[in-house]
């Protein structure tokens, strides 16, 4: 760190959430990107790329292996699943990292292998990686030099769900969460089903039954309850650039009633920067997060005795991406934890 200074290199660039990264890092009052890493691009100025990103003197893009770390002091993974364990691994140890694929989010490198097709490449390192949700593992977080950061959808469903689950006030055991998300949540690749024609005017369903953020909510859930729990959890793609929208569907336990959870959950995120309690009544929207780093949480009661509806909107580039990685880092360094993520949401 040169004196309030962090060096930061942004491991993959050329993406979605590592073009985010920049864009927020640019205005951090204690960030300075020395290293922009993509393959594909490697050589070519970012702008080239991200004609948005023009004008700030950034560096050139290089290939992973061709950074030069000496100008690094924390360096964000922003690549595909399943390549970061090995680059992680062969990084200086003085380098903190903020992993922001799914690499190292799971604690049992057996339910990584059984979910994601291959073995842990880097089990040594998975003890020591910190679940990077800030609301819940702050403390762990300022200590850490690897933090696994959350998935999209984790994020906006354990926000709205630990406290309800923690508390005793849901039943962990019969959870169904409806999860919607724009196209970018996909990834930045070409790939047929991304193809307008595929994804404009229309909506469809994805990962039905077996997507891999099942068991990243699972581990964190049955935490929370302290006993296994498995989740009814189906994602579903809406034809918009951004944003997420998760409508959990639960079962009340010990008289609990809707006004209980919402008091819960203000009660809990009170002292929270970017976690709003929305009025009885108000629905979240995730044209009121977007370009923010806010999770809106809303509770209705259900039409069903026993039965209440919990909704939460983020933005899944900022929240439930780069925001987050950001947030993580702030913890990290012992910084305000709202610097860089002070953006106010972008409407219409």
Known sequence: MAGDRLRIGVLGASGYTGADLVRLLLRHP??????????????????????????????????????D???????????PHGTTQTIVAALPGRLKVVDLSADFRLR????????????????????AAVYGLPEWYREQVRTAR????????????????????????????????DAK???????????????????GEGTHAYGVGSHRHMPELEQELGAAAGRAVTVSFTPHL????????????VRLTGGAGADDLRTALARRYAEEPF???????????????????????????????????????IDNLVK????????????????????????VALFP
Not at 110 to 119: C, D, K, L, N, S
Not at 238 to 249: D, S, V
Request: with cysteine.
């Open 146 to 177: 690897l933090v696994a950061n959350p998935g999209c959808y984790p994020t906006a469903a354990l926000i709205a769900l630990l406290p309800l689950v923690a508390d005793g006030l849901i039943d962990a055991g019969e959870l169904i969460l």
């Open 275 to 313: 976690v709003r309690v929305v009025p009885p009544g108000v629905s979240p929207a995730t044209r009121h997060v977007r370009g923010s780093n806010l999770c809106l949480l809303g509770v209705f009661p259900d039409r069903l005795p026993g039965r209440a509806i919990v909704i939460s909107a």
């Open 108 to 127: 049992d490198p057996a339910v990584y292998a059984q979910w994601y097709g291959h073995e842990h490449h880097a089990p040594e390192l998975q003890p």
């Open 69 to 79: 770390w000496s100008a690094v002091d924390v360096a964000f993974c922003a690549l």
């Open 181 to 199: 998300s724009g196209v970018s949540g996909a990834g930045r690749g070409l790939k047929e089903n991304l193809l307008f024609c595929e994804t």
């Open 238 to 249: 809406l034809p918009m650039n951004r944003g997420e929208l998760i409508t959990a569907y």
């Open 320 to 343: 439930g991406s780069s925001g987050e990685a950001i947030h993580n880092m702030n913890l990290m360094y012992g910084l305000p934890e709202t610097a860089g993520l002070e953006q």
């Open 30 to 67: 204690n960030a300075e990107l020395t290293v922009l890493t993509a393959d594909r691009h490697a050589g070519r100025p970012i702008d080239d790329v991200f004609p948005h990103l023009a004008g700030f003197g950034l560096p050139s893009l290089v290939k992973v292996e061709d950074a």
